[in-house]
Each structure stands twice: as structure tokens, then as C-alpha cells.
């Protein structure tokens, strides 16, 4: 499998556009010394891998993400989003045209394939509102700041991302209004009212701000 398919010119073409992870339990092969590009190398004999110890603790960790289920054999190529690692495709064909398939299926899903710089770039954003969220005081105010106009250009993993970051966000804005809506119901509407103008400060531009701002208005007519 690995000199027919893994090694051809043009799965590793492909390669430069994914990362390529070998779960495999079975070390019942064995390592060699082997010469790659001029240097000596000790190395899996199947995978060309350092060792075949780390396909070996690959293969437990995915177990234990649970992202391996139902995978009886190999191979089983097993393409995930890079994101949430949500299983996208599963393939048991060992050609080279199989995997070039399955590949393309794939991006088609998640967008062209761009560099590390120029995804890390884009994504920045993202990071800094999921830095922002983080803690035991997110800031809600300066997360939908940091997502204002965000491109994903054309990444639907990160479009799928950010709306993710923002379903988040307007979550714990819905929870804020659940809690003013007892407070005032418990007849506390000095600490609702704080409460409805922090909402409305720091979910501007939102249906959480609308909703603050009228039950603020409720609230002083009663």
C-alpha cells in the first residue's frame, strides 16, 4: 500500500494540501534502516514513520477521541474537517484514484486549499474573539468587535467556524435576558435594569441588543 499508492507522485502532491495522520494498531511489520535522500534513516518499514510505535499511539488517541468508529480494517481513509474534526468522508479503496476522489470531494467542502501564513492571517480574528471569550469574564463587546466583517474568503470551514463563535456568543446573550426576565418578574428592577443596559452595550448591533432595550422600555412603563 505504501510503495503503490502512498508513495505516488501524485498522492504526495496532494499531501501539501492536507496533513496526513497513520492511526494503525497492528506493529506486527517491522523497522529498518533505510537511506532518504542521501542520509540513513531508521524508519517504519510500511509507513516511513520514525517508528512504528507512533502510528501505534496515534492509532489509541483517535480511539479515544472517538474518531474512529466503526472502522473495522484497513485501509480506511478517513477524511475529517481540520476544525471540529467532524468525520467528512470514509473511503476503503487502495488506488491512487480512490484517494485523489476522495480528496477533491473534499475541498470542495472545505474551500481551495490556501499556505499556512495565509490561512493564520484570515483566521486571526477568530483567535482573538475565542481569546476574548475565554476565562471567567469573556468580553462579548470586543469578541463581536474582532468578528465585524470577517472574510473567510471563501474557507466555508472558517465561515462554519465563525458562525460557530457567534451562536456562542448570542447564547449567553439569550441567557443574560432569561435572567432579567426573572429579576424582573421577582420584582428586581434596579438589578435588571443594570443588567438590560450591560446586554445592550455589549451585544450591540444584535436581536440581543432589540430585545435589552425593550424590555428596558417595559420595565420604566410598569
Not at 186 to 195: P, S, Y
Given at each position: ?12 502532491k ?30 517504519c ?70 499556505t ?8 486571526k ?27 473567510a ?5 472558517l ?14 446573550g ?49
Amino acid at each position: 500500500m505504501w510503495k503503490t499508492v502512498f508513495s505516488h507522485k501524485d498522492i504526495i502532491k496532494l499531501s501539501y494540501d492536507f496533513v496526513a495522520v497513520v492511526g494503525h494498531g497492528n506493529t506486527a511489520h517491522k523497522e529498518g534502516d533505510y537511506v532518504v535522500n542521501g542520509k540513513k534513516e531508521h524508519l517504519c518499514e510500511v509507513y516511513n514513520l520514525p517508528n512504528c510505535k507512533s502510528h501505534e499511539d496515534m492509532r489509541n488517541e483517535m480511539n479515544r477521541r472517538n474518531l474512529l468508529p466503526g472502522v473495522r480494517g484497513t485501509p480506511t481513509h478517513i477524511v475529517y474537517n481540520p476544525h471540529d474534526l467532524k468525520e467528512i468522508s470514509r473511503e476503503h479503496g487502495q488506488s491512487v484514484s480512490a484517494i485523489e476522489k476522495q480528496i477533491a470531494a473534499a475541498q470542495k467542502t472545505l474551500g481551495k486549499p490556501i499556505t499556512w501564513k495565509d490561512y493564520s492571517k484570515t483566521r486571526k480574528p477568530l483567535d482573538e474573539a475565542r481569546e476574548l471569550l475565554s476565562g471567567d469574564k469573556p468580553d462579548y463587546r470586543k469578541a463581536l468587535r474582532a468578528l465585524k466583517g470577517f472574510d473567510a474568503k471563501g474557507m466555508k470551514a472558517l465561515e462554519l467556524e465563525v458562525e460557530q463563535i457567534k451562536n456562542e456568543i448570542l447564547a449567553a446573550g439569550e441567557k443574560g435576558l432569561a435572567d432579567a426576565r426573572e429579576l424582573i418578574e421577582a420584582g428586581d428592577k434596579g438589578k435588571a435594569t443594570k443588567l438590560l443596559r450591560t446586554l445592550a452595550r455589549d451585544f450591540a448591533g444584535t436581536d440581543i441588543e432589540s430585545e435589552a432595550k425593550k424590555l428596558l422600555a417595559e420595565a420604566k412603563a410598569e
